[in-house]
């Protein structure tokens, strides 16, 4: 997406001079994108206003008029049922547990989010790269391997992204009626770790809800499937690198009586992005601009990367993969699994 100077100057004036909204306000709503506003110079403004808004009050956001073809989302759509009800022992033989990039099938409960069971299966793929580690190197670099903003010049954040990105099929499996004490964590609270901006397709029926996010008052606010939409959110080390302008909100899914499926894609981050370089290379820019409020409840969400003793978001990603996904950090990981699963800070 290319935006004009004017445009660019239209935003610093709105950047400068006014917040959008009151910072004592909270979103009760997620706001929607429409990308064809781009293609015309008379509401790229209104675009980037409205984006503006998202970006810093919100930290969800749809697109429509996004350019994916309709045709290809559907295939996507179709084959997911049939992808995850192939049999078990099928499912297994692209098991995570074989994979020290932490690509592949992963079964319900055998991923946790904040210390409990998440109750999904899914398989995880990543652009396709060579496996390149080798003992001396940094142990994060082992994750790399095969699968089984605004005024600022717009290559300004290409520094920052990986050459890695992930993608996830996922399945939420129906809740049984009869079950009344089943887990209802389809996936705990959490900010999204992993990735720059998070891109989500709802590939379930409307009706079929569970994806919420936490307001700045404390309340989950649904996220409901629009139908010819994504959503977008904002991970990380996108809320570091701008000061915490752009906030990463606190979201969750709950699962219900009906099975849901989802496809969301995480842009990647420098595996060697050090704290000081994420903190430091923008905070001139960003560092006048108010951060971005959240409830208490989302500022207490685990930020291993900015709070904890890691220097590398690398080291940080390899923390989380390690306490997510257990069985994995065992037989790859042994060398620092005890050390990262008592690690609460």
């Not at 064809?36 to 009050?57: F, G, I």
């Not at 605004?150 to 954040?157: N, V, Y």
């Not at 989500?200 to 139908?227: F, H, M, R, T, Y």
């Amino acid at each position: 997406m290319v935006i004009s100077h004017r445009s660019v100057e239209h935003c610093d004036r709105l950047i400068g001079a006014r917040r959008l909204v009151s910072m004592s306000s909270s979103f009760d709503k997620i706001p929607t994108i429409d990308l064809s506003l781009v293609d015309n110079p008379e509401t790229t403004p209104q675009l980037l206003d409205s984006l503006h808004y998202a970006l810093t009050e919100v930290g969800f956001l749809y697109v429509s008029n996004h350019g994916v073809p309709i045709d290809v989302i559907a295939s996507l759509v179709q084959a997911l049922p049939t992808l995850f009800s192939q049999p078990a022992d099928v499912k297994k033989c692209v098991a995570m547990e074989n994979s020290p990039h932490f690509l592949g099938y992963s079964s319900v409960g055998s991923e946790t989010t904040a210390g409990v069971s998440d109750r999904r299966e899914q398989f995880e793929f990543a652009t396709e790269l060579t496996e390149v580690w080798r003992e001396g190197l940094p142990l994060y670099e082992r994750l790399r391997g095969p699968n089984q903003a605004r005024s600022l010049p717009p290559e300004t954040f290409k520094s920052f992204l990986s050459d890695q990105h992930r993608l996830k099929l996922v399945r939420y499996p129906g809740l049984p009626p009869e079950d009344l004490d089943a887990s209802k964590q389809g996936v705990g609270p959490h900010k999204d770790s992993s990735g720059w901006w998070t891109f989500l397709l709802q590939a379930s029926p409307p009706e079929v809800k569970g994806l919420q996010a936490l307001n700045k008052a404390g309340e989950w606010i649904d996220v409901p499937n629009v139908p010819g939409t994504f959503v977008v959110n904002i991970g990380q080390a996108f809320e570091v690198v701008t000061n915490g302008t752009c906030k990463a909100t606190t979201h969750r899914v709950l699962s219900s009586s009906r099975e849901r499926f989802s496809v969301p894609f995480f842009q990647g981050v420098r595996r060697d992005l050090t704290k000081i370089e994420a903190v430091e290379t923008l905070k001139a820019h960003f560092e006048s601009l108010s951060p971005g409020q959240e409830s208490t409840e989302g500022h207490s969400i685990d930020s291993a990367f900015l709070r904890g003793k890691y220097d590398t978001w690398g080291e940080s990603q390899l923390r989380t993969k390690v306490r997510s996904h257990r069985e994995n950090g065992r037989k790859f990981y042994a060398q620092v699994y005890d050390r990262y699963i008592s690690d609460d800070v």
